[in-house]
């Protein structure tokens, strides 16, 4: 047991000197509350949840849902809370259009793009901006298809914008209710790791029709096999975004209701491109064809009589 004696204070003068006098000496620093502590380096994360985390792009999708729900909203009933929806800035709308064109595997389009501040003004304006494309392309397309021949006389069609916008829009609005329905109640069934909102899948969808604005004036050309090269290749890569997209949500579940799910998405898509092309491209002009009556020879039936 130590004495007495051994155990008192002693005056610390410069701590450079004491340091030195005895190395294995133990400091505690006490440091001043304004002053900002140093960073200290953690401990890195496997390699497996990076790669989740590189998939589904959590590493700022979290920090703006947490800003997001800071957000006070305004009741639906007030202008406010819809011009939320349109708050978007050019930068950010020709950002997404561009992730609509070149997807990136293995990335995640909402999450990329979409989620830190979904929006209905661009997928509101593809679309408007699809329907008059499909509806002025194709009266163009019947137009050089008949031009130079004598018993043609060229009438606009003006019904082809009011069906390809009752086609455009309710694809946009339909299918996404119907596939979010659907992910809300596979997900009160099997829990996903990832869930979007109505607003999100819709944005997607909307983004996704892009493509075909390009696609739908180039269909002027009177060439079927240019046509449907043209269609195959917009379809490839929309119908990418939305596989891409959609997977990640549906890929905990049971494998056919997955696939499934996919497959369902894609040929929805595809019934909407080539119906398209099939009804304002391709359908035959009937009401252009050379109308002939038959005149009875009156003449020759009086002189037989006579």
Known sequence: MAAVDDLQFEEFGDVVTSLAANPDATTISIEDPGEIPKHQPGPSRGSGREEDDELLGNDDSDKTELLAGQKKSSPFWTFEYYQTFFD??????????????????????VRLYIRSNPDLYGPFWICATLVFAIAI???????????????????????????????????????PLALWGFLLWRNSKVMNIVSYS?????????????????????????????????????????????????????????????????????????????????????????????????????????????
């Open 88 to 109: 978007v800035d050019t930068y950010q709308v020709f950002d997404r259009i561009k992730g609509s064109l070149l997807p990136i595997p293995g990335k995640n389009f």
């Open 137 to 175: 392309s194709g009266n163009l397309s019947n137009f050089l298809i008949h031009l130079g021949e004598k018993t043609y006389h060229y009438v606009p069609e003006f019904q082809k914008v009011s069906i390809a916008a009752t086609v455009i829009y309710a694809y946009a609005w339909l299918v």
């Open 198 to 306: 109505f607003l999100e899948i819709v944005c997607v969808y909307g983004y996704s029709l892009f493509i075909y604005i390009p696609t739908a004036i180039l269909w002027i050309i009177p060439q079927k096999a240019v046509r449907w090269i043209l269609v195959m290749m917009a379809l490839g890569i929309s119908g990418s975004v939305l596989a891409m997209t959609f997977w990640p949500a549906v890929r905990e579940d049971n494998r056919r209701i997955a696939l499934a799910t996919i497959v369902t998405i894609v040929l929805l898509h595809m019934l909407l491109s080539v119906g398209c092309l099939a009804y304002f491209f391709d359908a035959p002009e009937m009401d252009h064809l050379p109308i002939t009556t038959v005149v009875p020879n009156q003449t020759v039936a009086v002189a037989t009589s006579s």
